[in-house]
């Protein structure tokens, strides 16, 4: 689908004008940090949440490229989308290309309204970033499974209105069996008996992790999300989504906009020089994210794009909270810059490990197929 640029830099002013008019307080990490239901139902209002998903499902039918120009430009505000961003990112794009129909009817258009508000169960203490060591098991009840582990880093959880969760279903037989077969995702409700939700606080003492623990969770059949032991091919595909969208190189953009600010009050020939450098990365970046959004478009699920974003977002990320202690020092800032920095140096230690370590995603990267 390949929509013009008018009409993209026409919806780029529409989101700019709606952020004026809300008043929004920038900040970083605002995907992660900003819990506002009502702002996201505002959204949702708009269109501006599943806008690529059927018109059928409360979908928009719009590109991925113009979803890039809008959650771009939300991320750059630092507004408060952390109500509807994992389901908008990628609990709806897996249900609708692993779900069934009764899954796509019943959820779709809630998460286009703003209404559900996701959890992703997918980490353990014992594994981390290799989802094939998960251990929480799923075991067949009459009428649909039953769900026993714990779940960690799971952010919304004390917020969410569901959970998704992927568990072991089978155990591969023999040492040589292959650790990704068995798995299954489930959508679980939030509220089912048996769940227990636990706070994380973070290194400034804010409350958006968790650790979710699981006691013989009944879940219905109708709630596994794809096939039965296919989890381990579905999930690699879902975080295709969680990797490479925008927010892995522009959780830090309002610190870097305080930095330039800060730069043109006082100018110098380093700060000028550093500033320019991360300029030419984040170009680099967007490029490499308008290519994932095309090559989404197109009907793909591109894995290794999306651990080249993430792995090279991190990394920015890291470089703009260490230029703005330089930038700041040389030229001083203003309160708000100095906030922003604050929220920055408390966010950005986790960004080489949620979505998928770095280690792990320069294991994806040199074992993908490069593209002739």
């Given at each position: 689908m390949t929509v013009g640029a008018d009409v993209l830099e026409a919806l780029?002013?529409?989101?700019?004008?709606?952020?004026?008019?809300?008043?929004?307080?920038?900040?970083?990490?605002?995907?992660?940090?900003?819990?506002?239901?009502?702002?996201?139902?505002?959204?949702?209002?708009?269109?501006?949440?599943?806008m690529t998903w059927p018109r059928e499902y409360g979908g928009g039918g719009r590109s991925n490229v113009e979803r890039f120009v809008v959650t771009e430009e939300l991320l750059r505000a630092g507004a408060p989308v952390t109500a509807h961003w994992t389901a908008d990112r990628q609990i709806g794009p897996s249900i609708l290309r692993s779900g069934c129909?009764?899954?796509r009817s019943e959820f779709l258009p809630a998460i286009c309204r703003g209404e559900l508000v996701f959890g992703l169960g997918m980490s353990e203490t014992e594994?981390?970033?290799?989802?094939?060591?998960?251990?929480?098991?799923?075991?067949?009840?009459?009428?649909?499974?039953?769900?026993?582990?714990?779940?960690?880093?799971t952010t919304s959880a004390h917020n969410a209105t569901h959970l998704y969760v992927l568990a072991r279903t089978g155990e591969p037989a023999g040492a040589d069996a292959d650790r990704h077969a068995g798995l299954t995702e489930f959508i679980?409700?939030?509220?089912?008996?048996?769940?227990?939700?636990?706070?994380?606080?973070?290194?400034?003492?804010?409350?958006?992790?968790?650790?979710?623990?699981?006691?013989?969770?009944?879940?219905?059949?109708?709630?596994?999300?794809?096939?039965v032991g296919a989890g381990w091919k579905q999930v690699t595909e879902q975080l295709a989504f969680e990797r490479g969208g925008a927010e892995r190189f522009l959780s830090t953009y309002p610190?870097?906009?305080?930095?330039?600010?800060?730069?043109r009050r006082v100018p110098d020939r380093?700060?000028?020089?550093?500033?320019g450098m991360l300029a030419a990365r984040l170009a680099g970046l967007r490029e490499?994210?308008?290519?994932?959004?095309?090559?989404?478009?197109?009907?793909?699920?591109?894995?290794?794009?999306?651990?080249?974003?993430?792995?090279?977002?991190?990394?920015?990320?890291?470089?703009?909270?260490?230029?703005?202690?330089?930038?700041?020092?040389?030229?001083g800032g203003d309160p708000e810059a100095r906030r922003l920095l604050a929220e920055g140096l408390g966010a950005v230690p986790g960004a080489s490990i949620r979505g998928g370590s770095s280690e792990v995603l320069q294991t994806i990267i040199s074992r993908a197929e490069v593209p002739k």
């Open positions: 780029r002013r529409e989101v700019r004008e709606f952020v004026a008019a809300a008043c929004v307080t920038a900040r970083c990490d605002g995907w992660m940090r900003g819990y506002d239901p009502e702002f996201s139902r505002r959204l949702g209002e708009r269109g501006w949440i599943g129909e009764h899954l594994a981390g970033s290799d989802l094939a060591a998960v251990r929480t098991r799923a075991v067949r009840v009459d009428g649909g499974w039953s769900i026993t582990g714990t779940k960690i880093w679980v409700d939030r509220d089912s008996p048996g769940i227990t939700v636990r706070p994380i606080l973070d290194l400034v003492g804010e409350h958006h992790f968790n650790e979710v623990v699981f006691e013989d969770v009944f879940v219905p059949d109708s709630r596994v999300l794809g096939t610190l870097l906009a305080a930095m330039v600010r800060a730069a380093g700060v000028t020089e550093r500033v490499l994210c308008l290519q994932l959004a095309r090559a989404i478009d197109a009907g793909e699920a591109p894995v290794r794009l999306a651990a080249e974003s993430k792995l090279l977002g991190t990394a920015f990320e890291k470089a703009v909270v260490e230029t703005a202690r330089y930038v700041l020092d040389v030229c």
